[in-house]
């Protein structure tokens, strides 16, 4: 059974008479113990579908949200507030974008790592230091008993991030999401994050939902991505599938904009071209049509659905390949011999 089942899940804000549709239809399953990347643009949902799981995002009249969440067989978003707090940090946890701006400037880093542990862990304020003080060890955070009684301010930028990792291990949940965790830092602080995240993960079976626009990133941690465009997953499976041979133009065109370890001596990135799209001002059809050089007369009118991968099913022999990977596109760009949107 799968951890976590999300299903038709949409965000929808509302500013005056105008409707912006931020997270349109999604649906996916998290198991136990599993890494899945959520790779995009900015503007793309990613953040906006996380927050709403756990209900971070503003309430009616400012935001809207549809669906189901099924935390095991618990549905969380129709919850009460006050049995939906246990799961904030207990059983689902979050590491925010900005430590700097999450992070409580008045309290100290220990106070805050130490927290959780006594409201979800019920410890006493002695045993919950020094859980905390282990954990600040554990994140590799030196003179970690001198430290727990610094403030925010008093850390680096990648030593804040790694405090925002302690505060969601702190509860032992059974889901993280990271919210861009490695954005503003330097290469070896982002190799250390996402190398933390992967032992995490390895050593309490932790479910990792690592949201990205770095698709690079994604590819080293996740075992299986989704790449989301205007508020929709246009392309969902297995890393090394996505990443080999992408089936729509959007992660294709990803993938060549992204630093790749396999990237060969000469090649060079290239930007997507366009711009994103503009959830105030949706076009018809697929999203992406404006911007890709594969479209077709009915990309401008129809919706692409996800759809199987029949092509993987019938090289490999295996049925439940096709079920493992999806794509929505119109247009079979592949066939036409592209070289302009290539992993390789």
Known sequence: MALLTVRNLGVTFLSGKDRVRAVDDVSF?????????????????KSALHLALLRLLPRPPICETAGQALLNETEILSLPEKKLQPIRGGQIAMVFQNPLSALNPFLTVGEQIAEPLVYHQRLSTRDARKAAITLLERIGIDKAAQRFRDYPHQFS??????????????????IIIADEPTTALDASVRQQILKLFQEVCHEHNTALILITHDLAAAAQVCGRIHVMYAGRIVEAGPTEKVTAEPRHPYTAALLQASLRESITPGEMLRAIPGRPADARRPVAGCAFHPRCEFRESR????????????????????????????????????????KSYSSS
């Open 157 to 174: 930028g990648g030593m804040r991030q790694r405090v925002m990792v302690a505060m969601a291990l702190a509860a032992r949940p059974k």
């Open 29 to 45: 399953q998290l198991e136990p113990g599993e890494r899945l990347g959520v790779v995009g643009e900015s503007g793309s949902g």
């Open 299 to 338: 990309c401008e009118k129809d919706v692409p659905q996800l759809q199987n991968d029949q092509s993987t099913s019938k090289r490999s022999g295996q049925k439940h390949d096709s079920l493992e990977r999806q794509f929505a596109c119109h247009v079979d760009w592949r066939a036409r011999g592209a």
